[in-house]
């Protein structure tokens, strides 16, 4: 994949947080030579000496002061056990996640739930079905699952524009359960929100569907049972 499919896909702006002025200066130039119109988010050191993160939208890139060397990969501390790069990624996501109004999902909530994932779906997904006949004993497990829409073949797309009608349905919950399961429902035509959750989806780093994301930014991509998920909400 070309460098700049990578760092454009999702592009948003986020803080400008620079390690140092002279930093910035030179890693932009560097940049400059083969991405001339790519927007740098911030910069800073890593653990590993002459070499730095350099956050473009969601995407995590590595660099050498003067450019010459650039990874698009994962640091991993083996000593701590801990993906940095996931946890850099993470953090980007929780304000985007914490900004998602309480109407823009559609939420199935447990009646004692303490903790929530988001799920971005696709009424045609298989495994979308298979999480979502899961979702009673995630409930019970006191989960909240709260969908967001992510026609994978498009805002305009027979799914996604099927899944406007979902969340304009006056029982959505009914409506997007009928949806998976192509069952017949109610629905009609509203100011929806799925083409910007579809963008947001984009901003995050979705490439497939179901994609779980945790409050705290941790994406867990695919279908998870609920065992798993529980385990993983455990770790946060």
Same mark, same amino acid.
């Not at 803080?15 to 390690?19: I, Q």
């Given at each position: 994949m070309k460098f700049s499919a990578i760092f454009l896909f999702g592009l948003f702006l986020s803080? #400008?947080?620079?390690?140092d002025d002279?930093?910035?200066?030179?890693?932009?130039?560097?940049?400059?030579?083969f991405l001339p119109d790519v927007k740098?988010?911030?910069i800073q050191p890593t653990p590993i000496e002459g070499l730095y993160q350099v956050m473009i939208g969601p995407d995590v890139i590595y660099m050498t002061r003067d450019g010459s060397y650039v990874i698009k990969g994962e640091i991993l501390d083996i000593k701590e056990r801990r993906n940095l790069t996931e946890d850099v990624r993470a953090g980007t996501r929780v304000n985007l996640l914490k900004a998602i109004n309480e109407d823009e999902y559609i939420e199935f909530a447990?009646?004692?739930?303490? #903790?929530?994932i988001y799920v971005f779906t696709d009424i045609d997904c298989g495994y979308c079905r298979k999480l979502h006949r899961d979702v009673p004993e995630l409930n019970a497990r006191g989960i909240s699952v709260r969908y967001l829409a992510y026609p994978r073949a498009g805002v305009e797309s027979a799914a996604g524009k099927e899944m406007s009608q979902v969340w304009c349905a006056e029982d959505r919950q009914h409506a997007l359960t009928a949806a998976k399961n192509r069952e017949s429902f109610e629905g009609k035509t509203c100011d929806d929100p799925v083409a910007e959750q579809y963008v947001l989806g984009q901003k995050l780093g979705v490439r497939g569907t179901p994609s779980i994301y945790l409050a705290n930014g941790r994406n867990l991509p695919g279908y998870l049972p609920p065992d798993e998920i529980e385990k993983q909400l455990k770790l946060k």
């Open positions: 803080s #400008n947080v620079f390690a002279s930093l910035k200066e030179e890693l932009n130039t560097a940049i400059s030579r740098v988010d911030s447990g009646e004692n739930a303490n #903790n929530f």
